[in-house]
């Protein structure tokens, strides 16, 4: 298994500028998340999905959006991007169902520079 | 969740045991202490999680005090590897399973 994939690894964006984050995980797992982490910060949570077609709002979802179209695909789409969401993005799938482990696992993250 | 406190950093020497500590007092009876690590410019992973026993597996040992208001992350043999930052993080166990990250604790293991 890959695990979750992330890409691209690297990004510059002008503000004002889109572009689409890539997710995906071969887990077959029901659950998955995308964070942001700030320099020097823990990581916040944008946007969660429990299911393909079913998505919810995090702790900082505001310039962000998502869809869950296939449960291996969760893409995340900065629309005008501003220099606030200079950060670096993981994206992590769990287990669904009755899971009491909560165990996450990550991708290897996207670092994104807006100018 | 509860909220938890963790020391910003620690030293380690390799080859000794790293104890982190974690102060959770809000804890409720429902909520789990889990431990991720994030080595630098890499993805958080999952090492531990525990509800009241002492939990060991692999990577490390988690020890909950009987009140459950605080808990230690034993690395038994630190390497440089593990270096990295630790967060102790406290959720209850439901359907979905967010993760609250803290700054956490910057574990410098030293040769």
């Known amino acids: 298994n890959a695990g979750v994939t992330q890409t691209p690894k690297f990004r510059i964006l002008k503000i004002g500028q889109s572009m689409t984050l890539q997710c995906t995980q071969d887990m077959n797992h029901n659950y998955m998340y995308w964070y942001r982490q700030d320099p020097g910060m823990g990581l916040k949570l944008i946007y969660y999905?429990?299911?393909?077609?079913?998505?919810d709002k995090g702790e900082v979802p505001n310039g962000y959006n998502v869809s869950r179209s296939t449960t291996e695909v969760f893409p995340l789409r900065l629309e005008l991007a501003a220099p606030s969401q200079t950060s670096v993005y993981f994206c992590a799938s769990s287990r669904g169902g009755v899971n009491i482990r909560g165990e996450q696992y990550f991708g290897p993250g996207t670092r994104l520079t807006v100018t | 969740d509860a909220k938890t406190t963790q020391p910003p950093s620690m030293d380690c020497a390799e080859g000794r045991a790293a104890n982190l500590p974690c102060n959770h007092s809000?804890?409720?009876?429902?909520?789990?202490v889990y431990w991720y690590r994030q080595i630098h410019s890499q993805g958080p992973q999952y090492i531990i999680h525990?509800?009241?026993n002492n939990e060991t597996n692999e990577m490390a040992s988690l020890i909950i005090t009987e009140d459950r208001k605080s808990s230690t992350l034993i690395l038994p043999h630190a390497t440089l590897r593990d270096t990295a930052v630790y967060y102790c993080i406290v959720r209850v166990a439901r359907g979905y399973s967010t993760l609250t990250f803290g700054k956490g604790t910057m574990l410098l293991v030293s040769p």
């Open positions: 809000t804890i409720s009876g429902n909520e789990y």
């Open positions: 525990g509800l009241k």
């Open positions: 999905s429990v299911g393909a077609g079913i998505t």
